[in-house]
């Protein structure tokens, strides 16, 4: 769609929805670590590739809600490296804390290394806190954008607010089996790869129903505001009035 896209503020946006792409790619990908059995190379993986896969994800939706709080008040956005920027910034901060956190749950032990396939679920889960906090200021982010002076941006702020409201109730769905629900029902720790994997999935689905199709099927539409700011100054006749 990219050569068929004539507004170039949609078109600087679009780096930064491939990168979502790939973050949501990443994510049907890492479910079949949840599919086969667990070792110390698939658990390292789910454990490192779980949040920072995720972090790619929302900090692409966090960078585009603030461009398009931008684009809702003065119809001019963020050039499109620098929303790009600001997502990948963003994501290398997971990045560093889940290495960081695997280097000092799993590595540096006195009694040599551990298994990441037995540590605490309570700890996985501490170390996707800053990817909460990503989903969480994607959604307040999106929520101005739809006041705006233009409205033909408010689309895409609904785009983001259904997205990440429906991920946020994901997260407290799988969060709370994952910790307490497979233990209350004797499932633990049978449920626990499933849990996660559906999690994975359920996301990634999301991602694609409630903000990539939508984002396509709009991405070439030339909205009527468009339409109307090319045509500010219309080329205008001179009338001639003779009075007699």
């Not at 626990?192 to 984002?215: K, M, Q, R």
């Amino acid at each position: 769609s990219l050569p068929f896209v004539q507004d170039p503020q949609k078109k600087s946006l679009v780096a930064t929805q491939a990168f979502f792409l790939l973050g949501t790619f990443g994510l049907f990908c890492l479910t079949f670590d949840f599919i086969v059995g667990p070792d110390f190379s698939t658990c390292t993986s789910r454990r490192f590739l779980f949040g920072v896969l995720f972090a790619l994800c929302f900090s692409c939706l966090l960078a585009h809600a603030v461009a398009l709080n931008f684009l809702a008040r003065r119809n001019r956005g963020p050039r499109g490296w620098v929303t790009l920027a600001v997502a990948l910034l963003l994501a290398v901060v997971e990045v560093i804390i889940n290495a960081e956190w695997l280097i000092i749950t799993v590595a540096r032990q006195e009694r040599g290394p551990v298994d990441p396939c037995e540590l605490a679920d309570a700890d996985f889960v501490m170390a996707l806190i800053y990817v909460m906090v990503l989903l969480v200021a994607a959604f307040g982010t999106a929520w101005p954008a739809l006041c705006g002076r233009y409205t033909r941006w408010r689309k895409h702020g609904a785009f983001i607010l259904a997205t990440s409201g429906l991920s946020m109730a994901i997260w407290v769905a799988w969060t709370a089996m994952y910790l307490y629900g497979n233990q209350h029902v004797g499932k633990k720790p049978i449920w626990d790869d499933p849990t996660l994997a559906i999690a994975l999935v359920s996301n990634a689905y999301t991602f694609i129903l409630l903000y990539v199709i939508p984002e396509v099927t709009h991405v070439t539409r030339r909205s009527s505001e468009q339409g109307y700011e090319d045509d500010v100054y219309p080329t205008r006749g001179v009338h001639v009035v003779l009075v007699a």
